[in-house]
T-cell receptor
Framework: GAVVSQHPSRVICKSGTSVKIECRSL??????MFWYRQFPKQSLMLMAT?????????EQGVEKDKFLINHASLTLSTLTVTSAHPEDSSFYIC????????????FGPGTRLTVL | DQQVKQNSPSLSVQEGRISILNCDYT??????FLWYKKYPAEGPTFLIS?????DKNEDGRFTVFLNKSAKHLSLHIVPSQPGDSAVYFC?????????????FGDGTTLTVKP
């Protein structure tokens, strides 16, 4: 199988604090990991692409200083929402790709962030 | 400008019948298309994909059809089962090697009634 986990599954924080979300590929090495954001009743929006050992590539309109991404190893990527505000409340989903010509991505279960 | 559109936000079908979910795209550079299924509060699950060199790909009860000239693809589920009830996302890529850099549609909520 190809299992991707996220931790925590749900987090509530106060405005102004920072929150770290972990994404782990449990049984494979992920060359590339992706971070998505989903607003209620809306589609997934790709935020950034991260490759192990290099800086993440952010999509247009995503603040890199706001959403810090670290892909420390082939099995772990973290997303830190810095100085969170209520408008950052959302469902954050990561995915991981093994790499290669058929680069199917496997999604994590998502993290529900609520900023009070 | 939304490049991938799923114009039907919801679809309801009877168990055993065919479910047809539609997706339109505007970017002619897209050459790889995927369908995902998503339950509430979970991440999407990959269902089936199709490359632009094909017009049909079948996997069990799921078949994806691609009409490049119309920039349209559809997902057929036959026969539909109550467990198929979920949100279905269509996604498109400009490069098959980068399956993660997908542009997603807004999703269609499928309800299969017993």
């Amino acid at each position: 199988g190809a299992v991707v986990s996220q931790h925590p599954s749900r987090v509530i924080c106060k405005s102004g604090t920072s929150v770290k979300i972990e994404c782990r590929s449990l049984d494979f090495q992920a060359t590339t990991m992706f971070w998505y954001r989903q607003f209620p009743k809306q589609s997934l929006m790709l935020m950034a692409t991260s490759n192990e050992g290099s800086k993440a590539t952010y999509e247009q309109g995503v603040e890199k200083d706001k959403f810090l991404i670290n892909h420390a190893s082939l099995t772990l990527s973290t997303l830190t929402v810095t100085s969170a505000h209520p408008e950052d409340s959302s469902f954050y989903i990561c995915s991981a790709a093994k790499g290669g010509a058929t680069d199917t991505q496997y999604f994590g279960p998502g993290t529900r962030l609520t900023v009070l | 400008d939304q490049q991938v559109k799923q114009n039907s936000p919801s679809l309801s079908v009877q168990e055993g019948r065919i479910s047809i979910l539609n997706c339109d795209y505007t970017n002619s550079m897209f050459d790889y298309f995927l369908w995902y299924k998503k339950y509430p509060a979970e991440g999407p699950t990959f269902l089936i994909s199709i490359s632009s060199i094909k017009d049909k790909n079948e996997d069990g009860r799921f078949t994806v059809f691609l009409n490049k000239s119309a920039k349209h693809l559809s997902l057929h589920i036959v026969p539909s089962q109550p467990g198929d009830s979920a949100v279905y996302f269509c996604a498109a890529n400009v490069d098959e090697l980068w399956a993660g850099k997908s542009t997603f549609g807004d999703g269609t909520t499928l309800t299969v009634k017993p």
